[in-house]
């Protein structure tokens, strides 16, 4: 035993300076190994704000924080981990002063870890006076549809109450209640967030509104246009058969309608109510309305006068009609070339459809003929309302001719008979054949 303890304590001084040596460079080593830097951006938290100030400047955020750790604590670390500040109890706020440095300060949640080093180490602050101002509120309608008509905008609170740093207040031109109108031209009646806005229109941060929303109500309204168009008559049906439309006026002539803007400028001309004349056979006259879309309406004259002016129609006929043979002497036989002409004759339908064709006398004058061939004119008597057109053919071959009894002949030098008919009372000749005036006036 007295040999062991005399081995410790020989040369003791020398042993307790290695020991403390080795104890030095280990915690050396040690801790010079656990020195790393955080990468992550912690950020800055403003503590401790002087009472009615509002800090312009945000702090921004601490990066490259240098720490020492054990080795299972830096495993463990997030942003979270550390805390990075500035304390501005002593800093007086001055409006529109100029920035004020104020020292950061960081630490870690972790007992264990030890902060180093960070950067930055101070940040610049402004610091302004926090005011009140109460502004009215301005509606900003945004661009209205076309064909709308927009109502003065009444707004619940009309005023509200504008705080936040003096400068940032200086700034605040209007605040603004964005509303949008709708084209069906519904009325607005909603709640609106509102906007603070410089004199550009673009929004001042950092200001708190009081309250942030307000009601707004417009009214809207269609946009009323109006034109004078010319009207149409509209007329359904047709008149009896043979008669025939031959004007139509309508009064006015042009009516002025009123509506929606889009729904106008479609309309081009102004219909009527349609007017039956269906199986009519003389004039029209009466009263119908417009027939206008349901968004437009008629200004004025509420109702149209047409007058529809019917007519028999006109048009021709032709008919087949058989020749009279006029004037026939009883000693004569008449041959004709057609027994029947094709006669025209025009004017009203109703005064053709009642022409009866045994009622037409077309004939030819055959008593002053000679015999022989002839070409003789076809005569035609007029008709009552109408109008000869023509007859075809105009003329008819006739061959007149002095029949000869077989049984008497007459003699080779017997004088001809004479061309002008022998007196009624006297004696007709012996052996004389009357023209057939059966076969040579015969109808078809």
């Known amino acids: 035993m007295r040999r062991l303890l005399d081995f410790v304590l020989r040369n003791w001084p020398l042993k307790l300076a290695a020991i403390g040596l080795a104890t030095v460079l280990y915690a050396g080593v040690t801790l010079s190994g656990n020195e790393r830097t955080w990468p992550g951006a912690v950020p800055i938290?403003?503590?401790?704000?002087?009472?009615?100030?509002?800090?312009?400047?945000?702090?921004?955020?601490?990066?490259?924080?240098?720490?020492?750790?054990?080795?299972?604590?830096?495993?463990?670390?997030?942003?979270?981990?550390?805390?990075?500040?500035?304390?501005?109890?002593?800093?007086?706020?001055?409006?529109?002063?100029?920035?004020?440095?104020?020292?950061?300060?960081?630490?870690?949640?972790?007992?264990?870890?030890?902060?180093?080093?960070?950067?930055?180490?101070?940040?610049?602050?402004?610091?302004?006076?926090?005011?009140?101002?109460?502004?009215?509120?301005?509606?900003?309608?945004?661009?209205?549809?076309?064909?709308?008509?927009?109502?003065?905008?009444?707004?619940?609170?009309?005023?509200?109450?504008?705080?936040?740093?003096?400068?940032?207040?200086?700034?605040?031109?209007?605040?603004?209640?964005?509303?949008?109108?709708?084209?069906?031209?519904?009325?607005?009646?909603?709640?609106?967030?509102?906007?603070?806005?410089?004199?550009?229109?673009?929004?001042?941060?950092?200001?708190?509104?009081?309250?942030?929303?307000?009601?707004?109500?417009?009214?809207?309204?269609?946009?009323?246009?109006?034109?004078?168009?010319?009207?149409?008559?509209?007329?359904?049906?047709?008149?009896?058969?043979?008669?025939?439309?031959?004007?139509?006026?309508?009064?006015?002539?042009?009516?002025?309608?009123?509506?929606?803007?889009?729904?106008?400028?479609?309309?081009?001309?102004?219909?009527?109510?349609?007017?039956?004349?269906?199986?009519?056979?003389?004039?029209?006259?009466?009263?119908?309305?417009?027939?206008?879309?349901?968004?437009?309406?008629?200004?004025?004259?509420?109702?149209?006068?047409?007058?529809?002016a019917v007519e028999p129609d006109v048009g021709s006929r032709t008919w087949q009609v058989g020749v009279q043979v006029q004037g026939a002497r009883a000693a004569r036989q008449y041959t004709l070339s057609t027994p029947t002409v094709l006669v025209t004759m025009a004017g009203t339908q109703p005064v053709l459809d009642a022409v009866d064709p045994s009622t037409i006398d077309a004939h030819i004058a055959v008593s002053r003929l000679a015999p022989g061939t002839h070409e003789v004119e076809v005569v035609v008597e007029q008709l009552d309302g109408l109008d000869l057109v023509s007859v075809a053919p105009a003329t008819v071959r006739v061959e007149v001719s002095v029949p000869v009894p077989s049984d008497s002949p007459l003699p080779s030098d017997s004088p001809p008979p004479s061309d002008s008919p022998p007196p009624s009372d006297s004696p007709r000749p012996s052996g004389s054949i009357p023209a057939p005036s059966a076969s040579a006036g015969a109808r078809p």
């Open 45 to 308: 938290e403003v503590l401790d704000p002087p009472p009615g100030a509002a800090v312009l400047d945000l702090p921004g955020s601490v990066t490259s924080i240098r720490y020492r750790a054990p080795i299972e604590a830096s495993s463990q670390l997030t942003n979270g981990s550390f805390l990075a500040s500035i304390d501005l109890a002593n800093v007086t706020p001055t409006a529109g002063g100029p920035p004020v440095p104020v020292n950061v300060r960081v630490t870690a949640i972790d007992p264990r870890v030890q902060v180093i080093d960070f950067t930055p180490r101070s940040v610049n602050v402004r610091v302004d006076q926090v005011v009140s101002r109460p502004m009215t509120v301005t509606v900003d309608r945004g661009t209205v549809p076309s064909g709308l008509t927009l109502g003065a905008p009444q707004v619940s609170p009309a005023t509200v109450l504008v705080r936040g740093a003096s400068s940032r207040v200086g700034a605040v031109q209007s605040v603004v209640a964005r509303v949008a109108v709708d084209a069906s031209g519904l009325n607005v009646d909603q709640d609106v967030d509102l906007e603070a806005t410089d004199e550009t229109g673009a929004p001042v941060p950092g200001i708190e509104l009081v309250p942030q929303r307000v009601h707004v109500s417009i009214d809207v309204a269609r946009e009323l246009a109006y034109a004078t168009l010319p009207v149409v008559p509209v007329l359904t049906g047709a008149p009896a058969a043979g008669y025939r439309v031959s004007s139509v006026r309508a009064d006015p002539q042009t009516l002025t309608v009123s509506g929606e803007a889009a729904a106008v400028e479609r309309l081009s001309s102004i219909s009527t109510q349609a007017l039956d004349i269906s199986g009519v056979t003389d004039s029209v006259d009466r009263t119908v309305d417009a027939d206008l879309p349901a968004d437009v309406t008629l200004v004025g004259t509420p109702g149209i006068q047409l007058v529809v």
